[in-house]
């Protein structure tokens, strides 16, 4: 199947869905956050494009630069991501890391992941921790009553898949 450069520019930077992208995210990220014991965080979104010949396009990336905050106490971490986001695109999910791993709070959504961010966004975030697993909070199918709903588990990342990504 012939494919026109048009299009394969339009491919080249981008991944299929919103989970291969934040997957992308976690291989190229997490080694950084965990070296330097940060959080990084960006957007996910999607964009769309209609060719010439009529045949439309889609694409899922992550914001780039990744923000980073080595604080996290000092301001909300993706409150500049969004201005990353191409014109064309939408927002669909967020992501973080919770750099290195140093204790079990580093495990979870925190209470602010899920209340100020995922909440207020209203779109699923996603959480990238060091003992290699990615899990996603979605908002819309959290239960009031469950407090303790902590998102669902949706992938194993590791650093030697990161060490075999290629750059």
């Given at each position: 199947?012939?494919?026109?450069?048009?299009?394969?520019?339009?491919?080249?930077?981008?991944?299929?869905?919103?989970?291969?992208?934040?997957l992308?995210?976690?291989?190229?990220?997490?080694p950084q956050?965990?070296?330097?014991?940060?959080?990084?965080?960006?957007?996910i979104?999607?964009?769309?494009?209609?060719?010439?010949d009529?045949?439309?396009?889609?694409k899922?990336?992550?914001?780039r630069?990744?923000?980073?905050?080595?604080?996290?106490?000092?301001?909300p971490?993706?409150?500049?991501?969004?201005?990353d986001?191409?014109?064309d695109?939408?927002?669909?999910?967020?992501?973080?890391?919770?750099?290195?791993?140093?204790?079990?709070?580093?495990?979870?959504?925190?209470?602010?992941?899920?209340?100020?961010?995922?909440?207020?966004?209203?779109?699923?975030?996603y959480?990238?921790?060091?003992?290699?697993?990615?899990?996603?909070f979605?908002?819309?199918?959290?239960?009031?009553?469950?407090?303790?709903?902590?998102?669902e588990?949706?992938?194993r990342?590791?650093?030697e898949?990161?060490?075999?990504?290629?750059k």
């Amino acid at each position: 199947m012939f494919i026109s450069a048009r299009k394969r520019r339009f491919l080249k930077r981008g991944y299929e869905s919103p989970e291969a992208a934040a997957l992308g995210f976690a291989k190229d990220i997490m080694p950084q956050s965990m070296e330097e014991d940060a959080e990084y965080g960006a957007a996910i979104y999607r964009q769309e494009k209609t060719f010439g010949d009529g045949e439309t396009l889609v694409k899922y990336d992550y914001s780039r630069p990744p923000i980073t905050k080595h604080d996290a106490h000092k301001l909300p971490l993706l409150s500049t991501a969004f201005k990353d986001i191409p014109g064309d695109g939408d927002l669909v999910a967020l992501i973080h890391t919770h750099g290195a791993y140093t204790d079990g709070r580093d495990l979870r959504f925190s209470r602010a992941d899920k209340q100020g961010v995922a909440g207020f966004h209203k779109v699923p975030f996603y959480l990238v921790i060091a003992n290699g697993d990615m899990r996603v909070f979605d908002p819309f199918h959290k239960r009031a009553e469950d407090k303790k709903y902590n998102g669902e588990f949706v992938g194993r990342w590791t650093p030697e898949e990161a060490a075999a990504a290629p750059k």
